[in-house]
């Protein structure tokens, strides 16, 4: 059983899509801004729903940062927060979304044993969580989250989007002592997608399979136009954490997150030298094949009805 946090982009449906391949049930997933503002985020899930015929329940969480800043990567992937090289998702009726922070709160109220979470966008909504209802965070047993950098960013030169989108968020959870499993952008970066990946999928030759193989074609080719070969599988190594962790390698560490530099905000610091008390655990190596079969695996099958 998991909950899901997430500001559905591709690599964030992908993600999902693998949970939803593998044994585990999904509680709920709670929408956040990240990729898009939220009313597209909001979108975005509407139409994956009807898409992938998800049956799990959906809220609307946070649509801006706990400082109610608003970031987002849309100058690098278009209004929907989801590049592609043709189709776009199929257009689906608005839902009715109720509130993410009771619904989360009810579910993790209801368990016999600590929660396990799927964080793959900013933390406002966990934040918001642990803020207002500081009685649940023993309920909370992991978050494994998609975030943060030990080496270069990517949204800035020092931070990773998703730590940069709400530092505050991620600071609120450190200083709780929120039980965190961190897939970082370092980590992510040993899981590549390759254009041959994109041939393949487009071989099915379903029209899910054409849908796919275009979004998973745009989102590859943000890092073609940028001269690399291959582009990191971010949120999707974030899932197989959560799905295969004997596919990784943690290890403890002492986590800050860097809140007011003008150029260095959002940058995370790993803290692993001996003798360090760790707050955090820290994804250092991946079996890359074993997170990209897991990764593909779920796409190959959604080209299938
Ligand atoms: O930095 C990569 C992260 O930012 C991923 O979670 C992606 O979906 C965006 O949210
Ligand atoms: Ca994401």
Redesign the pocket.
């Known amino acids: 059983m998991v909950w899901i946090d997430t500001?559905m982009?591709f690599?964030?449906i992908q993600a999902i899509l693998m949970v939803d391949h593998s044994r585990f049930d999904i509680a709920g997933v709670s929408l956040v801004f990240?990729?898009a503002p939220m009313a597209q985020v909001r979108r975005n899930a509407a139409r994956a729903k009807a898409c992938f015929g998800w049956n799990f329940p959906i809220f609307a969480g946070a649509h801006q940062s706990i400082l109610g800043t608003v970031e987002t990567?849309i100058h690098v992937l278009g209004p929907t927060g989801m590049p592609t090289r043709g189709r776009h998702l199929p257009e689906a009726p608005e839902l009715d979304l109720g509130p993410a922070l009771p619904a989360l709160a009810e579910w993790l109220e209801g368990l016999d044993e600590p929660g396990r979470i799927l964080a793959?966008?900013p933390l406002t909504n966990l934040a918001i969580l642990v803020l207002s209802r500081p009685d649940l965070i023993g309920k909370i047993g992991e978050i494994t989250w998609?975030?943060g950098g030990a080496t270069r960013g990517?949204?800035t030169p020092s931070a990773?989007?998703?730590a940069f989108a709400d530092p505050e968020a991620l600071a609120i959870l450190l200083a709780n002592n929120l039980p965190l499993r961190v897939a970082d952008?370092d980590l992510c970066r040993q899981v590549q997608v390759t254009p041959q990946d994109v041939e393949d999928l487009a071989a099915a030759d379903t029209e899910r399979a054409r849908l796919l193989s275009d979004l998973l074609g745009g989102f590859l080719d943000i890092a073609l136009s940028r001269g690399r070969p291959s582009m990191s599988l971010?949120?999707p190594t974030a899932a197989a954490a959560f799905i295969a962790p004997n596919a990784f390698e943690f290890k403890t560490a002492f986590v800050t997150v860097e809140l007011a530099g003008d150029q260095t905000r959002g940058r995370t610091v790993v803290d692993q030298r001996p003798g360090v008390e760790p707050n955090a655990h820290w994804g250092m190596r991946a079996d890359a094949e074993r997170v990209r079969a897991l990764a593909l695996e779920a796409l190959a099958e959604a080209c299938f009805e």
Do not use: K
Request: net charge negative.
């Open positions: 500001d982009g690599d964030d990240g990729n990567p793959l966008g998609m975030g990517n949204h990773e989007f998703n952008l971010y949120d």
